[in-house]
């Protein structure tokens, strides 16, 4: 039995209220006027999501090639990225071949997963890396994504953030990971959240839209949660935790409340929202960490690229190694698996 035939089955899994299992299936978030009795005095229980967060790792664990096959999937997840200073032009299309084909062609064939195309969710870059990273995934199918907005602190006139994202998009961006004012969340000031993120799903335009709540600046799980439904509310298609570059990016116990946000607005609207973990993710017991928490908490449409992604880019070099170790039964060298 090959990788390709160990399914990621359904036992375990909460059953979800059947709008959400309709949500799923369902076409873009439209979003809709902001409603605070949707987040407004929410409570969060922190110990009580760290206490969820840690036992998930203990109460499903996938071994051997169940393991490989979750990992493959996860390749599947990634929105393979570069957002440094010194990016350039070569280094994007070096991206690109590796988004192309992720992992050497020896795993794959080892695995027996030949015919299954497997590429990664997407490519993230910044704006001006978007030309060339549309021009070296021509044909592949694989969607850019660019950071906009004033990434990462997003400390810009509002109408220079806008005018960006048009940019972006202009230059063949699919997909936006946009940021918010994290003052309007710190402040309560819900409604300029509200029409900010609204007039940037606007901007949009046919490019679906990523907000990034950078959790790690909002001090309580109630912010994230109230930050992200609000998100919702204004038409995100995905919400992402971290911009990688705050003194803490993805966490569990966030990502937890962030995910429980996101199922309760899928219930009353029965409009489905991706997910995206961000920064610092490094290793693949991560990568399998975050998938069981989707699927522990939301089921299996929720380990597909359109509603699930990574932000990572050392991640699939560490995938690959542990891939490699499935098939041999040895490591082999950091250096063999670069991924730019």
Known sequence: MTVKDRSLSQEGVHPLPARLEQAAGAGRNPGMPLDLAMFEGH?????????RAATLGG?????KAHQAAWLVNAVRCIDLTTLAGDDTPARVRRLCAKARRPL?????????????GLTVGAVCVYPTMVPHAVTALEG?????????????????????????????????????DIV????????????????????????????????????GDLQTLR?????SM????????????????EGVNATLPVSLVMIRALRDYGAATGHAIGFKPAGGMKQAKEALAWQILMKEELGRAWLEPELFRFGASSMLGDIER????????????????ATA
């Open 140 to 176: 592949s199918g694989i969607p850019v994504a660019s950071v906009a907005t004033g990434f990462p602190a997003g400390l810009m006139p509002l109408d220079l953030r806008l005018a960006e994202i048009r940019w972006a998009v202009a230059q063949g961006a699919d997909e936006i």
């Open 43 to 51: 409570a969060v229980n922190r110990s009580a999501a760290e206490r």
């Open 322 to 337: 542990q891939l490699e170790h499935h098939l041999t039964g040895r490591y082999a060298a950091s250096h063999r698996h």
């Open 230 to 245: 609000v998100a919702m509310q204004a038409g995100a298609d995905f919400i992402k935790t971290s911009t990688g570059k």
């Open 104 to 116: 050497a062609d020896r795993i794959v064939e080892g695995l027996g997963i030949g015919d299954l």
């Open 223 to 227: 912010n994230v949660y109230a930050a």
């Open 59 to 63: 109460r499903r664990s996938v071994k």
């Open 180 to 215: 918010i004012t994290r003052e309007h969340v710190l402040t309560a000031n819900w409604a300029a959240l509200h029409d900010e993120i609204r007039a940037m799903r606007e901007a949009c335009g046919p490019a679906h839209m990523k907000a990034i709540l950078a959790t």
